[in-house]
């Protein structure tokens, strides 16, 4: 049967190209492969190869012709021994089916997570732990939980973690499960997404953040997008974790808080805890959650003592903020470290007579937007307060879905509170400068609510 | 051998109706062929058990077909419907299949390179003796993480293969303009990991050089390199022109080195086939392509509901 040779779209943009010249000529016998013609895309002269064998029985657009559209008919191929017989019957090539208009619905957002934390009943005994402490905890009690959970990072094992997060773990679960890296961030975090992909439930540990800068392809592109690229059927349980932000004195490239740019991802999930309670009952969450967490840690709070329940399995629910200090005056919404700050500033509010809310967020991705916005509609006014820099920030985020979620409750624009907009510095006075703390938060606060 | 020529002829033909698609606008995008590159993962599939794994770049429909990855599904992929592997949401570059052992399908240059470290650690983990075939071409191979990836598959001594598809242009780059060492089965020298340069265009020169370092990598001996010297045909992708090398470089390597050709005639030498039999099996393959270019179009294309869903897995932990 005599079939069409159309003309070629080449490029992902090209509508219409010219025909620049004929290498065959009608009655030619060609095979596939064969270069026929050339083409004029909008980018380049490409060859165009033929695709099925046969002899060219009639050239439809002669070269040198411009303008033509991609999928004209350009020439007419006949099988071997075929007439070319009645080609003016050659039907049109039936356009391929139009794409339906697109819909403007705007995306729902994903559902969130939105359980309670377990209640303690009555009198459950705390223990005093750091929140190094916590963390370990977390991961052993993992380990012993689930033998497809291994952690891997540089100094995990025999120097038993940089920070001493991991002091005991080699000793308990072995080299198998212990593993100490190269210094390799790339590879290793590779690497992991593998291991989870092929079934097993990796925690990664980066010695800092800041060094995952070197892994974050695989972060994003490999463990992030993959679940969604595959129509649902890969899955990437593994966990990043590692202290995160600023340490003291390091300079810029060792203090940055990422939190604003995991937080942008879909497919991620981000938490950033401040307290040792928080810090075990998510990191175990985290690691039985069946999709890739980049859990946020927190150096200069390591050695910090928090009361931790003294229950058999401490799980918290991921997505789920806290309200740290009930208020009635203004909410200061805020995550990690800052929680600290925050509580310090409402004390010193609390003594000129503003009684603020603090909501520790948690989890950046998903946001507890739900309990955001309940607070601010008992305050009408709000805080943000963070370490990262404000552009684009962990803040700017919440201000927008305030101020999109209740409007008509706010009584004063909304304030961040945020790292200077510069590398941090690493001499003592401008890092002190750079770097926010409980003082900014009681102006914000006070600013909100117009006493001076 | 009839089998690999069925099988090289099936990607062959594949590909070829993937380009007439592109250039009727079905398949958009970036596209990328692997013709000529058949007997490279012809042979390799030849070479491996059930369980085994394999994973690579971009160029990546020849490695679904020879893993047993329905034509039509990957076809349906290509034209971004829901009859796609990934259900239209992957495209050319992301597709899986967990149930062939396929796993990706991977657009960033390299990057497949440490996953099928992870492939291979998870599969030592689980002492399941299976190995993962790790493949990457002449460009990736200059990348940094590939040596990340090499230092700690032989360091843990992983069941990898690592196999190199030179074809001998990164893109526009040829591989003399890119790279000190050219000969790339010598990378993993410094690392202790052998390596061996094998005709790639030899599809029995392949299934040998690969069954010698599967059984390598099974026994706990660790990674090995093997050095596919290949060649692709077309561009690098549909939009590639391929002015970087001579039109009579290419058909030297069409009408001296096919490897389809070249097993053709050692079937009809060696008296293994006869003309109708190889007849019979290009008429069966063209019924195969042409039947998934026709679910490939009339697939219809995914729900509006599927823009959010696969983000994130939502089962309670």
Redesign the interface.
């Given at each position: 049967m005599p079939t069409h040779i159309l003309m070629p779209a080449l490029s992902p943009t090209m509508e219409e190209g010219t025909l620049t010249k004929w290498l065959v000529n009608e009655g030619d016998t060609i095979s596939a492969g064969d270069v026929i013609a050339e083409i004029e895309t909008d980018k380049a002269t490409m060859e165009v190869e033929a695709v099925d064998e046969g002899t060219l029985a009639k050239i439809l657009v002669p070269g040198g012709s411009e303008n033509v559209a991609v999928n004209a008919p350009i020439a007419i191929l006949v099988e071997e021994g075929e007439e070319a017989g009645d080609l003016d019957a050659l039907a049109a090539p039936s356009a391929p089916a139009a794409e339906p208009a697109p819909s403007n619905e705007g995306p729902q957002s994903q559902p969130h997570i939105a359980v309670s934390d377990p209640d303690l009943p009555e009198g459950t005994a705390m223990v005093q732990v750091t929140l190094r402490d916590a963390l370990r905890d977390a991961m052993a009690e993992e380990m012993r939980r689930d033998d497809k959970v291994f952690l891997m990072g540089e100094e995990v094992a025999q120097y038993q973690g940089a920070y001493k997060v991991s002091r005991g773990l080699l000793e308990e679960f072995g080299p198998k499960r212990v593993i100490d890296t190269p210094i390799t961030e790339y590879g290793f975090a590779g690497l992991g997404v593998g291991a989870a992909f092929g079934g097993l439930r990796p925690i990664v540990e980066f010695m800092t953040f800041n060094f995952a800068m070197q892994a974050i392809d695989h972060i994003i592109n490999s463990a992030a997008k993959t679940r969604y690229m595959s129509g649902g059927q890969m899955s990437c349980p593994i966990v990043f974790r590692g202290p995160n932000a600023a340490a003291s004195r390091v300079g810029a490239q060792h203090s940055q808080d990422y939190a604003p740019w995991y937080g942008h991802v879909p497919g991620l999930i981000v938490i950033a805890p401040y307290g040792a309670a928080d810090a075990k009952g998510l990191l175990k969450a985290a690691i039985r959650d069946p999709n890739p967490v980049v859990f946020l840690e927190h150096e200069l709070i390591y050695g910090e003592t928090f009361d931790v329940p003294d229950v058999d399995d401490w799980v918290l629910p991921i997505g789920k903020a806290r309200i740290a200090r009930k208020g009635s005056d203004v909410t200061i919404v805020t995550y990690s470290r800052m929680v600290g700050y925050a509580l310090a500033a409402a004390e010193s509010l609390a003594a000129e007579g503003i009684d603020a809310e603090v909501v520790d967020l948690r989890t950046i991705r998903p946001l507890d937007m739900e309990t955001v916005i309940n607070s601010v509609k008992k305050t009408n006014r709000l805080v943000t307060a963070e370490e990262s820099w404000g552009c684009m920030g962990v803040g700017a985020e919440i201000a927008a879905a305030v101020t999109i979620g209740a409007f008509d409750y706010l009584d004063a624009p909304p304030a961040r509170v945020h790292q200077v907009e510069a590398p941090l510095a690493y001499a003592e006075n401008l890092e002190k400068l750079a770097l926010p703390g409980p003082g900014d938060i009681v102006r914000a606060a006070k600013g909100v609510c117009y006493a001076e | 051998m009839l089998a690999y020529y069925q099988q090289m002829l099936l990607i062959r033909r594949f590909e070829?109706?993937a380009?007439?698609l592109?250039?009727?606008?079905?398949i958009?995008?970036?596209c990328h062929l692997y013709i000529g590159q058949e007997a490279v993962v012809t042979g390799m599939k030849a070479a491996i058990k059930d369980g085994d794994?394999m994973?690579t770049g971009y160029r990546d429909h020849g490695h679904m077909l020879a893993l047993g990855m329905d034509a039509a599904g990957v076809m349906a992929e290509l034209t971004g419907r829901s009859g796609?592997?990934?259900?239209?949401?992957?495209g050319s570059m992301?597709?899986?299949?967990?149930e062939k052992n396929f796993?990706?399908?991977?657009?960033?240059v390299g990057?497949q390179?440490?996953?099928?470290?992870?492939?291979?650690?998870?599969?030592k983990?689980?002492e399941n003796g299976n190995v993962c075939l790790t493949f990457f071409g002449d460009g990736a191979a200059n990348q940094?993480?590939v040596y990340?990836?090499f230092?700690?598959a032989k360091?843990w001594d992983l069941p990898i293969v690592f196999v190199i598809e030179n074809n001998q242009y990164a893109m526009g780059t040829s591989i003399e303009r890119s790279s000190s060492e050219t000969h790339l089965h010598r990378r993993g020298a410094s690392f202790g990991i052998p390596g061996i340069e094998v005709d790639g265009m030899d599809v029995l020169a392949v299934r040998d050089a690969g069954l010698k370092a599967v059984k390598h990598a099974r026994s706990g001996k660790g990674p090995m390199i093997l050095e596919m010297k290949t060649y692709r045909?077309?561009g690098h992708s549909?939009?590639d022109?391929?002015?970087y090398r001579t039109?009579d470089e290419v058909n030297e390597m069409?009408q001296h080195h096919d490897p389809i050709d070249h097993a053709k005639a050692r079937l009809e030498g060696e008296g293994w086939a006869n003309e109708a039999a190889l007849k019979g099996i290009d008429k069966a393959v063209r019924m195969i392509v042409n039947d998934a270019a026709d679910f490939a179009?009339t697939s219809p294309?995914p729900a509006?509901s599927e823009?959010?869903?696969?983000?994130?897995?939502?089962?309670e932990?």
């Open positions: - | 070829e109706k380009g007439q592109y250039g009727m606008g079905l958009a995008g970036f794994q994973i796609g592997y990934s259900r239209g949401k992957g992301h597709m899986f299949s967990v796993y990706g399908g991977h657009g960033i990057a390179v440490p996953l099928g470290a992870g492939l291979a650690f998870a599969d983990y689980n940094g993480q990340e990836s230092n700690m360091l045909y077309r549909m939009s022109p391929a002015k039109r069409r179009q294309l509006d823009l959010l869903s696969d983000i994130l897995a939502l089962e932990i």
